[in-house]
């Protein structure tokens, strides 16, 4: 999809640069051994009981209260997962340097509901295909994590779904300069979490995960969704 025109937002910082601290406390490791298929599917369970990131709820209470006040563009994006033997791993895109908003950051593919969707889920869909060619039905949506509101301005829903195997990946590379997998036992373990302290040119605190793996610097809300997967799936290990 094209970008209109619109002021970026911008913390202001190095988000690189900023000091952290492993956010692991009192979370444990999802060891390899149980990360199954069917373990991530029971996670989907209508009746399973869980809580979201303590942090990121925070987060979105202090945006809901702002937005009763400013304009917000709903969006939604899809975690995808792809079993590789028997191994998962997620796919992660790095966005094209030329975009107007998030140009170079780490992201799944996904985008602003446009007036032609179904839903949010088919905006994720639809997303997908356009980004790095994946069609619908080589998706198999399994459920949708909790929405939240970004530090830019838009209302995120997002959905989590496995690809075929057999899916072919075709990058528009007008949006996506990357497409890489990053094991999914890597990111459902809260010591390769960290959690970083920065004071915005405003003066206010701002606190953000990141999850570097291999060069990549997976941050913000692309973090925050990955968290919440973790606390998800995680609920089924103790249950």
């Given at each position: ?10 913390p ?17 490791a ?60 997620v796919?992660?895109?790095k ?57 830019t301005g ?47 040119p ?19 809300a ?18």
């Amino acid at each position: 999809m094209t970008e209109p025109l619109r002021k970026p937002i911008t913390p202001g910082f190095d988000v690189q640069a900023q000091k952290w601290t492993v956010a692991n406390e009192n979370l444990h490791a999802i060891s390899p051994s149980v990360l199954t298929a069917s373990l991530i599917e029971r996670a989907f369970d209508h009746g399973l009981v869980w809580s979201a990131d303590a942090l990121v709820h925070q987060w979105n209470e202090a945006k809901i209260i702002q937005y009763q006040s400013e304009s917000y563009i709903d969006s939604a994006v899809l975690m995808p997962l792809v079993k590789r033997d028997a191994e998962i791993f997620v796919l992660l895109t790095k966005r094209s340097e030329k975009l107007y908003h998030h140009p170079g950051q780490v992201s799944f593919p996904g985008g602003r509901v446009e007036d032609g969707d179904i839903n949010p889920q088919h905006t994720a869909l639809r997303e997908t295909f356009e980004e790095i060619g994946v069609p619908t039905q080589a998706v198999t949506v399994l459920g949708q994590l909790p929405e939240f509101y970004t530090g830019t301005g838009f209302l995120l829903r997002p959905y989590v779904g496995w690809l075929a195997n057999t899916v072919e990946i075709k990058t528009d590379q007008v949006e996506v300069a990357e497409v890489f997998h990053v094991p999914l036992a890597f990111l459902m373990d809260p010591a390769n979490h960290r959690l970083h302290h920065a004071i915005a040119p405003d003066g206010n605190e701002r606190y953000y995960y990141s999850m570097p793996w291999n060069g990549y610097f997976i941050w913000g809300a692309t973090a925050n969704v990955i968290r919440n997967f973790y606390h998800r799936v995680v609920a089924v290990v103790q249950d």
